[in-house]
Each structure stands twice: as C-alpha cells, then as structure tokens.
C-alpha cells in the first residue's frame, strides 16, 4: 500500500474537508426546513462558555456515542471524586451520545464535536482552554489532538482500540496519523493487540499502556438491583433481547423468534436497533411481517398481552432490561461491521449471542467463547437453537450467565488501572504551549 507524507496527507485531509463543506452548502435550506439543523453551529465551532466563565481550566473528554459515554461514566465518577471542583465539557459526535452525556454527566458544556479539518475545531479549544483532552475509544482525530496540544492540554486515550480493518484503511496516510498520535501524553489501549496496532500507526510505544476495556468496569458493577428498575411490567414472560441490531439482523432474529413461539407464545423479543434513525424503519419492518409489536415510547405501565415484539426506541434503556432476559444476541456480528458491547449483557449475568464478526470486539468474545459463557450463531436457525435452550433450561441460562459475569468480573480492573495511568496528567500545568 503506498503511504503518502505527512505534508500531503494533511493538505489532502484539509482539501477533503473544505470539499465536503462545500458541497453540503447547497443542502442547507433542505436542512433547514426538515428541521435536522440541530447543533449545527456546534459542528461549527460555535461552542458558549458558560456565564462567568470557568471556575478552574475544565476536562474535556470526547464519546463518539452512546456506547463510548456511558463506558467512560466510572472514569468520570472517579475523577470527580478526586477533583470535585474541576468543569467539565464534554463532546460527541452524534445528537443520540449528546443526549446521553448530558443526562448522565451533566457537564458544563455539552457540544456535538466540531468539524475536525480548516481548524474549526480549533475556535472551540481555543475559547475553552481545558487543561486536558480524555479521547474515549478508537477515534483519532487529527484536528482535534492538535488543537488540545495548540492550547497547552494534556492528552489522554483511554479504552483506545483500533480494529484490523481500521488500521488497514488508515495506513495510507500513516504520516498524518502518526503525527496525531504523538501529540497524545498516554494512551490506555483495551488489549495488547490494540496496543501492537496502534503502535503499527505510529504511537510511541512508551506511551501505550494495556488496560483493558471500560465497558467492562461499567457494566460488572451492576447487580440483581437493576430489575426493580424495569422501565415497563413484563408480566412475567420470558424476555429475549436482541441488542444494537444492524440492517438485516432484525430479519434474522425475527427468523429465529418466529421458530419459537408455536412452543413458547408468551415468549417477548426486546428488538432494539443500534441507531435511533432506524427506528421507524423497524418497525415498519414488523408491520410489514405482521408481528404484534408495540413501541417503548407508546408503551404503558406493562406491556400488552397481545405483543410479541418490543421495540425499544427510547435511549438509555436497554441496560434496564437486560438483567430480565432470559438471552441476549448482540448485534453488529452478523452484519460485517466488527461487533458491539458483548461483555454487558454478559457482566449482568445473562447469556450471551453473537455472530463472526467480532474484530471490534475480538478479546471480550474470546474470552467469554473460552469461559463457555458465549454461543456463535451465524444465521436464524442456530439462533434460535440457542434460545431454545435457554427457554427449555432456566438453569444451563443461569450458568452460562454466571460464567459471563465472572468474566467480566475479571476484566473489570480496567477503571482502576486506567485512572492509575489518567489521574496524574490532570496534576501537569496546562499551561505547557506546543509540544
């Protein structure tokens, strides 16, 4: 594969970028009239500061989504309990994270993350001034570490991962990300083969520490408590979830529950999609297969009899349900796009499915495939083998939910070992200029 330079690699990006503004301008009063403008002079750096400004330099720390948010909350409780007066903004790059953080978090400033190329992002930093960046997972963005290293902040990257397909499409201008990631102060990679990766694009070994992953320190706190705060009755029925399904998986585990409920009527699948844009399109999906569903959001105090599909299409949710089912298929594994969070069903004691698509979550799955506390499926038919199981045997469930949580449980140093690593930055003066 030819690698580029730096220099061109850079003049590319920001000739990409300036193109991609460009060409969006014409969309704008489309944009407009459909109401999807939302946050648009955020992505355009236009980040307020709080009246009165900030009471110390504050922590900024980027969650790409829902996922990447909610995995850094035990690392935001942490250093909140070690700095209590420290601000803090927070940045995502979707509407549907943004959402989360600020009700999770409740940051000072809550921001979409600016455009990344022409220095836009930079306005933001440079009326902000925070005295660190905490980068959550794999995103690397060029404009954005040299923006925070511009104005003196230090850097972290904590559960860092980079997936093999990620670094194969990244390699061709491994001089511009190369260049990034030396502007980062310590990076906190989930495995070793995230570390091996990253250190292939360009980080400085002596910067990269194993940790592991954060989702799993979130996740293998929870306990049995989480059922009494079922958002909806379920009456007692037997609840299947598929969780952060994909185009074409709702099919499949629609495939597989229809094989079911001849033997199991009152069985509930809990059908959530990954991405809130996909909602009407799923259930348009059951309307059209003709399977009694009802939507969260229209959903009373218990679900109808009647229903044999939950649609969840609310945000924040999922984790309520989670401890109540019976098993959980995780999606992204089917569709090839590398997996979701296979370890939160598992760390809540539930059994785990998922199919081969797994490299963005390659260690977690091997690790709960080898414990026995995981099954491969990869179409409706072994699916629906697996839940058949689970339904038939409340206890081989209970086991193989069990062996998942102490996996987790295992793996759930990775708070502790990265605010080990995190926590001392915060003590350098942000004041240190360009590196």
């Not at 549907?96 to 220095?119: H, K, Y």
């Not at 005295?131 to 923006?147: F, H």
């Not at 004691?349 to 026995?372: H, I, Q, T």
């Not at 939910?401 to 942000?430: F, N, S, W, Y």
């Amino acid at each position: 594969m030819p690698v580029v330079s730096e220099s061109a690699a850079a003049i590319a990006y920001e000739v990409a970028g300036a193109t991609a503004l460009v060409a969006s301008l014409p969309a704008l009063p489309w944009l407009w009239y459909r109401g999807h403008t939302e946050g648009l002079t955020e992505r355009l750096g236009r980040v307020p500061a709080p009246a009165g400004g900030f009471s110390e330099p504050p922590l900024w720390l980027h969650a790409a989504s829902v996922g990447e948010t909610l995995a850094a909350l035990p690392l935001v409780e942490a250093l909140r309990r070690r700095h209590p007066g420290m601000p803090w903004v927070v940045s995502n790059t979707t509407l549907s994270g943004r959402a989360v953080a600020r009700r999770e978090i409740a940051p000072e400033v809550s921001t979409l993350l600016p455009i990344d190329p022409l220095r836009i992002v930079d306005r933001a930093f440079a009326r902000l001034r925070p005295r660190a960046l905490v980068v959550v997972e794999g995103e690397i963005w060029p404009g954005l570490l040299r923006a925070a290293d511009r104005c003196g902040a230090v850097i972290a990257m904590v559960s860092a991962q980079l997936s093999d397909r990620s670094l194969r499409r990244s390699l061709w201008a491994k001089p511009l990300f190369a260049a990034a990631l030396r502007r980062v102060d310590t990076i906190c990679a989930q495995s070793a083969l995230d570390a091996e990766r990253l250190r292939e694009l360009g980080a400085p070994a002596e910067r990269i520490h194993v940790t592991g992953n954060l989702k799993a320190g979130r996740v293998a706190a929870a306990s049995d408590a989480a059922l009494a705060a079922l958002p909806v009755s379920l009456g007692g029925r037997p609840l299947l979830i598929a969780a952060s399904t994909q185009p074409g998986e709702e099919d499949l585990v629609l495939d597989a529950a229809s094989r079911l409920w001849s033997e199991w009527p009152d069985a509930l699948l809990l059908l959530a999609p990954r991405r809130p844009e996909r909602f009407a399109e799923v259930a348009d999906l059951l309307e059209r297969r003709g399977v009694p569903f009802e939507r969260r959001s229209a959903s009373e105090a218990a679900v109808q009899a009647q229903s044999r599909v939950l649609l969840l299409d609310s945000l924040g949710e999922l984790a309520a349900f989670l401890p109540a089912a019976r098993g959980v298929f995780v999606g992204g594994t089917v569709a090839p796009l590398g997996g979701h969070n296979v370890l939160e069903p598992a760390a809540l004691g539930v059994a785990v499915s998922f199919g081969p698509s797994l490299e963005n979550v390659r260690a977690a799955a091997d690790a709960l495939l080898a414990a026995g506390a995981a099954a491969m499926v990869r179409d409706s038919e072994s699916l629906a083998a697996h839940w058949r199981e689970l339904l038939r045997s409340p206890a081989v469930a209970a086991e193989s939910g069990q062996r998942g949580r102490t996996v987790a449980v295992q793996l759930a140093a990775a708070v502790d070992v990265t605010l080990r690593v995190v926590e001392p930055l915060l003590a350098i003066e942000a004041s240190r200029g360009t590196r």
